[in-house]
């Protein structure tokens, strides 16, 4: 049986998602990842809520550079608004796609505001 993309990625979302938690200490670290654009939310599976959220479309991350920069940017954004609620610490939830490009640049901008993954 040949799978779709979409169907591997959705298999591989929900293998992940049996294991990765979110609460309100150590929230789960989303990520979206379009053609275009990132966004990512940090996600408190306990209550249900979404702490904080970024993404390429905000007013604040430059349109000029590469996805590559943006998404590192996005990190950052993300990384300063959780600290503004008091969480160091989170777990990384990559959906499904690889660790690698837009993805890694998020979590490494993640890092760089002060976010342990």
Same mark, same amino acid.
């Given at each position: 049986?040949?799978?779709?993309?979409?169907?591997?990625?959705?298999?591989?979302?929900?293998?992940?998602?049996?294991?990765?938690?979110?609460?309100?200490?150590?929230?789960?670290?989303s990520v979206?990842?379009?053609?275009?654009?990132?966004?990512?939310?940090?996600?408190?599976?306990?209550?249900? %809520?979404?702490?904080? *959220?970024?993404?390429? =479309? &905000? @007013? $604040?991350?430059?349109?000029?550079?590469n996805k590559?920069?943006?998404?590192?940017?996005?990190?950052?954004?993300?990384?300063?608004?959780?600290?503004?609620?008091?969480?160091?610490?989170?777990?990384?939830?990559?959906?499904?796609?690889?660790?690698?490009?837009? %993805?890694?640049?998020? *979590?490494?901008?993640? =890092? &760089? @505001? $002060?976010?342990?993954?």
């Amino acid at each position: 049986m040949k799978f779709s993309k979409v169907n591997r990625r959705r298999n591989i979302r929900y293998r992940i998602r049996k294991n990765v938690r979110g609460t309100a200490q150590k929230p789960r670290l989303s990520v979206f990842r379009s053609n275009k654009e990132i966004y990512c939310q940090l996600i408190d599976d306990v209550n249900g %809520v979404t702490i904080a *959220a970024a993404s390429s =479309r &905000e @007013a $604040g991350v430059p349109k000029d550079g590469n996805k590559v920069a943006q998404a590192q940017h996005v990190g950052k954004l993300v990384g300063e608004r959780a600290k503004a609620k008091d969480v160091s610490t989170v777990v990384f939830d990559r959906s499904g796609y690889l660790y690698h490009g837009r %993805v890694k640049a998020l *979590a490494d901008g993640a =890092r &760089e @505001a $002060g976010l342990s993954l």
